[in-house]
């Protein structure tokens, strides 16, 4: 047998931020991210295969990014402060 994959390979992704409504005001945020690891029976998936899960509460990520094309440390910085 032969198996093409297609996407990213994400199995060496080191974290999951999850961000949104649904996550941010949800107590078991980490939880759902954690569905990111779930089997499946499609074979050969390249999810990440053990992330370290974060949640945007704040939701900074996009100010960030736009911070960043500027200030790129000063956007790390805050990110890893609010992150959680």
Do not use: C, W
Not at 48 to 77: C, E, N, V, W
């Amino acid at each position: 047998n032969m198996y093409y994959q297609t996407g990213k390979d994400l199995t060496d992704v080191k974290y999951v931020i999850g961000t949104g409504g649904v996550l941010i005001s949800n107590e078991n945020a980490k939880d759902i991210l954690k569905e990111v690891n779930q089997k499946s029976n499609k074979k050969l998936e390249l999810r990440p295969t053990d992330p370290i899960f974060l949640i945007d509460r704040m939701y900074i990520l996009s100010a960030m990014g736009l911070l960043g094309q500027k200030y790129p440390k000063l956007a790390l910085k805050l990110m890893k402060k609010h992150l959680e």
